[in-house]
């Protein structure tokens, strides 16, 4: 599958939450094309885009068309390596890790 991922520099609470503030002030995103390569089994979508990061969707959603991209890694092993780390924070704690 195919899906539209967004690349923005993060938004802070006021960026984001501000009605006041002007829509050049918060950064736009920049639409590229990725493929969606798995999903973590609750409706949220991870993919790599044109640019070689990997995005995961920001919400559950019901397929890539419906669903708004966030950054989460530069790279494929970037990524791989959160997920172990993850996994791994997991299994001592119990806690859910990064991704």
């Known amino acids: 599958m195919w ?3 967004a690349s923005s520099t993060p938004r802070t609470r006021s960026c984001a939450a501000s009605p ?3 829509r050049s002030a918060c950064p736009a995103p920049v639409a590229r094309s ?3 390569f798995a999903s973590d ?3 949220r979508l991870f993919a790599v885009g044109e640019d ?3 995005y995961r969707s920001s919400t ?3 397929g890539p068309d419906t669903a708004e991209f966030d950054r989460v890694a530069d790279d494929l092993p ?9 996994v791994l924070r997991f299994l001592r704690t119990g ?3 990064y991704l």
């Open 20 to 22: 006041k503030r002007e």
């Open 3 to 5: 899906a539209t991922v």
């Open 60 to 62: 559950a959603s019901s």
């Open 34 to 36: 990725g493929g969606v």
């Open 95 to 97: 806690e859910p890790g």
């Open 41 to 43: 089994g609750g409706g």
């Open 78 to 86: 970037q990524f791989l390596d959160l997920l172990h780390r993850s």
């Open 52 to 54: 070689g990061a990997v």
